[in-house]
T-cell receptor, first 115, second 110 residues
Framework: GAGVSQSPSNKVTEKGKDVELRCDPI?????LYWYRQSLGQGLEFLIY????????KSGLPSDRFSAERTGGSVSTLTIQRTQQEDSAVYLC?????????????FGEGSRLTVL | QKEVEQNSGPLSVPEGAIASLNCTYS??????FFWYRQYSGKSPELIMS????GDKEDGRFTAQLNKASQYVSLLIRDSQPSDSATYLC??????????FGSGTQLTVLP
């Protein structure tokens, strides 16, 4: 597709379960970002991938959160032992390179609800 | 202090009026600034970028930057109901990510 694709669009899970969220960036974009947006809040940076460099994980809120990017393309964000405070919309974005020009293209997000 | 701060609003203006959205940032070395628009239930999209002090105009939108005051604003002239959205200010963070403000919710009343 032409845009950033995320799946699932909605996920309801029980507290303590693990979830995986997938992001397929725009073809040719080397940079990939994960953000989290809680209801009525701004975007919270989670993790950043650039090409083959080591990812910047400085925004991950706890060791229950991890992400990988295979083959420089598709990324998976994994949340282990989910908690209710993990409920949010998880947004993936990609760009041609580092965010120097601020042009991030966002997917439609994965809405996670932890019961 | 948060890196990027915005008045959360909500801000309501009548159709045809000027909407003024404000943002302050803490990192004095920031060189680039961005405004994103987010419609309800949708993802953010870039609408304006500004790199130099002064004004930058694009159609009905004007971004204003004052680096000395660490202040950036977005003016929307002749506001339309279709401009109703949340506007997010963004500044490059310490680790090559964009740091976003919490957003200002704008409602343009017909």
């Amino acid at each position: 597709g032409a845009g950033v694709s995320q799946s699932p669009s909605n996920k309801v899970t029980e507290k303590g379960k693990d979830v995986e969220l997938r992001c397929d960036p725009i073809s040719g974009h080397t940079a990939l970002y994960w953000y989290r947006q809680s209801l009525g809040q701004g975007l919270e940076f989670l993790i950043y991938f650039q090409g083959n460099s080591a990812p910047d994980k400085s925004g991950l809120p706890s060791d229950r959160f991890s992400a990988e990017r295979t083959g420089g393309s598709v990324s998976t964000l994994t949340i282990q032992r989910t908690q209710q405070e993990d409920s949010a919309v998880y947004l993936c974005a990609s760009s041609l390179g580092i965010s120097a020009n601020g042009e991030l293209f966002f997917g439609e997000g994965s809405r996670l609800t932890v019961l | 202090q948060k890196e990027v701060e915005q008045n959360s609003g909500p801000l309501s203006v009548p159709e045809g009026a000027i909407a003024s959205l404000n943002c302050t940032y803490s990192d004095r070395v920031s060189q680039s600034f961005f405004w994103y628009r987010q419609y309800s239930g949708k993802s953010p999209e870039l609408i304006m970028s500004i790199y130099s002090n002064g004004d930058k105009e694009d159609g009905r939108f004007t971004a204003q930057l004052n680096k000395a005051s660490q202040y950036v604003s977005l003016l929307i002239r002749d506001s339309q109901p279709s401009d109703s959205a949340t506007y997010l200010c963004a500044v490059p963070g310490s680790a090559r990510q964009l740091t976003f403000g919490s957003g200002t919710q704008l409602t343009v009343l017909p």
